[in-house]
């Protein structure tokens, strides 16, 4: 599954899920994809950052703790996105192929089209996501590790 930040001609933003991007494409030229605030079919990708975790043997700085006036709601909204993120991952591992370290290499023959299109999840490295990324390979890093993975 791959998630896309997308927009409308008013400019609102807006995201949306799809099997792969070649399947975006298809349903953004038939028309199926619509703006959920105004109801525009003319949609486009809109830039987005990848979210690509560093190395495993890299240690990443502290994030500065803030004291915010509305604590509780942001511990809210924080375990309301582990639910989402829970569903999320438990969907990709219902749906879709899990390929291990060859998560490039696979990402790459479904995008050439020398495998079968369908939802892979797997491993990358850090360069590997980025080379991806570069080629026009959309991928989404997965919170979590695959379930019965104690190593990852």
């Known amino acids: 599954m791959i998630v896309f930040d997308l927009k409308c001609p008013?400019?609102?933003?807006?995201?949306?899920w799809f099997k792969s991007s070649s399947a975006f494409e298809e349903q953004q030229?038939?028309?199926?994809?619509?703006?959920?605030?105004?109801?525009?079919?003319?949609?486009?990708k809109a830039p987005m950052a990848?979210?690509?975790?560093?190395?495993?043997?890299?240690r990443?700085?502290?994030?500065p703790m803030?004291?915010?006036k509305d604590d509780a709601r942001l511990s809210e909204l924080a375990t309301e996105a582990k639910k989402v993120f829970a569903k999320l991952k438990n969907h990709v591992e219902k749906n879709c192929d899990y390929v291990g370290n060859q998560f490039a290499e696979e990402a790459r023959k479904i995008h050439y089209g020398e495998a079968t299109e369908r939802g892979i999840y797997g491993e990358s490295t850090l360069e590997e996501t980025q080379a991806l990324l570069d080629e026009g390979i959309d991928v989404?890093?997965?919170p979590g590790t695959p379930s019965g993975r104690e190593d990852a």
């Open 10 to 16: 008013d400019s609102h933003r807006f995201e949306a």
């Open 29 to 44: 030229q038939a028309g199926i994809v619509e703006c959920p605030y105004c109801g525009s079919t003319e949609i486009s």
């Open 50 to 58: 990848p979210n690509v975790g560093a190395k495993g043997n890299q």
């Open 60 to 63: 990443a700085e502290a994030a």
């Open 66 to 68: 803030v004291q915010h």
């Open 140 to 142: 989404l890093p997965l």
